[in-house]
């Protein structure tokens, strides 16, 4: 008689490698939720320090790996990478997830060392190597565009890209069948949702961010001086901290100076949406090295007009005259320009609001659409 195998099936495994614990939880618990119900065995690998319960609710593993982010240097990963790949001969994952520069450095070392050739390398912006134009920048780009695409990378390597610009910059077409652009980590437009204007005058503009020098703080609180100089009645909130572990953070006592006459620092916030129901104007003048900055896609879930710079990232979400106006960066005069036309013109103000709210529901922004493309990755990856 015929018997019939009653062994138990082989669970799909995914492993997350991701720089920090608090990054993939403000960013990615949706595409780990995702990758749970598709009934993958999930595992996120990042340093953890405060936010391991919150991965570990969504039903994956969260195994801890102290390594320094401060450094893409290739040598200076290699610890972490034989760190990781001991666990990752451990897991046996069949598909490892690399989230950021550094742990795609580090991640796709790792899987290489532990013959894991599925891999996906997401890309969440270049960072200083894509803000720089020069031939430090330029020699940077060079070298990531052969690591990435040669001995980090195998036969079955796909990658995902915020904006069609980092993939170009990395010499890969945006259309080819490797490659997938997504909305940044997308956003739930029910969990930020647009409400009234606050009344105008005066118009009030907030930053929320990281307080680095690279997001253009600085620029910020100039041209938001600028503006007021030139009888705008603007004001200017920034929300965020500091980095400890970024190079690039501003001094508490530089934030502290800022405020007054009209601008004011209150440190980091909980309550974004209600951050944008005070504010009419999401201002973020970058420069550069952006994959898509969650607080604009934050701004424009709730309906809120964007001021941005023209850089990668950026502009593949808020296209100039339509949700909000874009800049060059570095420039706190042109940056005042706009906030004084939005300051003289409330309508446009709500016109640019609703039509953020538009761009998130329609064009690809939103939360399920990210994820749902992630998925469609992860699933081709599998079937080859």
């Known amino acids: 008689m015929e018997q019939t195998d009653l062994s138990p099936c082989v669970p799909r495994r995914l492993a997350f490698i991701a720089t920090e614990d608090w990054f993939f939880a403000s960013h990615f618990l949706p595409m780990a939720r995702a990758a749970v119900s598709m009934d993958f065995d999930v595992t996120v690998i990042a340093r953890v320090r405060a936010h391991g319960a919150i991965i570990a609710a969504t039903g994956a593993r969260v195994v801890p790996l102290e390594a320094e982010r401060s450094s893409?240097?290739?040598?200076?990963?290699?610890?972490?990478?034989?760190?990781?790949?001991?666990?990752?001969?451990?897991?046996?994952?069949?598909?490892?997830?690399?989230?950021?520069?550094?742990?795609?450095?580090?991640?796709?070392?790792?899987a290489a060392m532990a013959d894991i050739p599925r891999r996906v390398f997401a890309v969440t912006g270049l960072g200083l190597i894509g803000a720089r134009d020069d031939r430090v920048g330029k020699a940077a780009r060079l070298t990531l565009r052969a690591l990435i695409r040669g001995p980090l990378a195998s036969k079955r390597t796909r990658f995902l890209f915020e904006n069609p610009d980092d993939a170009l910059a990395l010499g890969l077409d945006p259309s080819d069948r490797t490659v997938t652009v997504v909305g940044g980590?997308?956003?739930?437009?029910?969990?930020?949702?647009?409400?009234?204007?606050?009344?105008?005058?005066?118009?009030?503009?907030?930053?929320?961010?990281?307080?680095?020098w690279s997001k253009g703080i600085d620029i910020a609180v100039e041209g938001v001086r600028l503006a007021r100089s030139r009888g705008a009645l603007v004001e200017l909130s920034l929300y965020g901290a500091p980095d400890p572990d970024n190079r690039r953070a501003i001094p508490e006592a530089t934030l502290r100076g800022w405020t007054g006459e009209g601008i004011a620092w209150h440190g980091a916030t909980t309550d974004v949406e209600g951050v944008w129901a005070a504010h009419h104007v999401a201002c973020l003048p970058s420069r550069g090295g952006e994959g898509l900055p969650r607080s604009?896609?934050?701004?424009?879930?709730?309906?809120?007009?964007?001021?941005?710079?023209?850089?990668?990232?950026?502009?593949?979400?808020?296209?100039?005259?339509?949700?909000?106006?874009?800049?060059?960066?570095?420039?706190?005069?042109?940056?005042?320009?706009?906030?004084?036309?939005?300051?003289?013109?409330?309508?446009?103000?709500?016109?640019?609001?609703?039509?953020?709210?538009?761009?998130?529901?329609?064009?690809?922004?939103?939360?399920?659409?990210?994820?749902?493309?992630?998925?469609?990755?992860?699933?081709?990856?599998?079937?080859?």
Request: proline residues 8%.
């Open 72 to 110: 893409l240097n290739p040598m200076a990963a290699g610890y972490a990478a034989g760190q990781l790949a001991a666990i990752l001969k451990a897991l046996k994952p069949d598909i490892v997830h690399c989230i950021a520069l550094r742990s795609i450095l580090v991640g796709g070392t790792a």
């Open 185 to 212: 980590a997308g956003i739930d437009p029910a969990a930020y949702s647009p409400g009234p204007m606050p009344p105008q005058p005066p118009l009030k503009v907030a930053v929320v961010a990281r307080m680095l």
């Open 296 to 384: 604009l896609l934050e701004a424009a879930s709730c309906g809120r007009a964007c001021v941005t710079t023209d850089v990668p990232g950026c502009r593949a979400l808020v296209r100039d005259g339509i949700e909000g106006l874009l800049v060059a960066p570095g420039d706190p005069e042109a940056l005042a320009a706009a906030l004084v036309r939005l300051a003289d013109d409330p309508a446009l103000v709500a016109e640019y609001g609703a039509a953020a709210r538009r761009r998130i529901d329609t064009d690809g922004f939103s939360e399920a659409a990210v994820t749902d493309a992630t998925c469609r990755l992860w699933q081709d990856l599998l079937d080859e």
